[in-house]
């Protein structure tokens, strides 16, 4: 459209329906689920497991108060070998690799207070949550200090944390034992080279994880102290770095949310705490667990 040689008022017209046609553009429900059948017979039973449970159907509908400009298609995929997950070209990609190694590290009976079915389902939902960020950080070009992997990993907990207190609790602390493996010594020896990733360590992600849940609700999580699992030293200054996420998220994210459909979807839907999830014989790779993008 040419525009320069319109006369000034009509310009501010046609500049103020481009602008609306823009913002229009921005619909919910763009969410697009696909599980591809795996070619490797070993990663046949995670992609029953996953259908049979309708994990992409309840992220569809947790995810479809979203005002996307484009439709964003999340997959889950056998990626021959590779135990990972990544956001590229409007497509989210979870590799049964990675669930199954999620899966594999269940405990058989409630662990530190959590329970084997919310040990499934926070890192199973918090690795699509994480994904998604990368996903609307690039659809809403949103602007980010510091390192877009930290600021995925908020999203993902300040997500959470947006269910019922019983809810937001299990999730959180579901998400808290994918880190399981790297926490279980008081020292954590790592390469320098480790350092140099773009994600932080995986205990820092965990400290990550309890410090914003604490901010957010210190009678909630207030255990977390308590038990010495977040240190004081950290604590103190949680409820600044929850405010800070939580002001993120009301500047750059709320905007783009369709409250009538947001009140739609927080509604409870975890399975009940006492479910058991179909057990796992064989040991995971803690290394390749922590690996993913
Ligand atoms: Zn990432």
Known sequence: MR?????????????????????????????????VEP????????????????????????????????????????????????????????????????????PSAPTGGIAPIDALIGPTIDVFLHEVAHAVFDYWNTPIFGRE??????????????????????LILGNAWQYQGDIRSPVVVQSLRKFSDVHGTPSQRYFNVLCIAYGADPVLFGDFVESGKLPKDRAEGCEFEYQQVANAWTQLIEPH???????????????PVEKQPVRRTDKPDLRRLLRRN
């Open 3 to 35: 525009i320069a040689a319109c006369l000034p008022f009509l310009c501010c017209l046609m500049l103020a329906d481009l602008v609306s046609a823009g913002a229009q553009e921005m619909q919910p429900k763009q969410i697009d689920i696909q599980y």
């Open 39 to 106: 070619k490797n017979e070993k990663l046949q039973p995670v992609y029953e497991q996953i259908r049979k449970a309708h994990a992409l159907e309840m992220m569809q509908s947790l995810l479809q108060p979203l005002r996307l400009p484009r439709r964003l298609l999340i997959k889950t995929e056998d990626c021959d070998g590779i135990s990972n997950a990544w956001y590229e070209d409007d497509v989210i990609t979870v590799c049964y690799e990675y669930l199954d190694d999620l899966w594999k590290n269940v």
């Open 149 to 170: 992997e930290d600021a995925a990993d908020q999203f993902s907990v300040y997500f959470m944390l947006q269910f019922d207190k019983g809810e937001a609790r299990r």
């Open 257 to 271: 949310i369709d409250q009538d459909l947001k009140r739609e979807s927080f509604v409870v839907w975890l399975p």
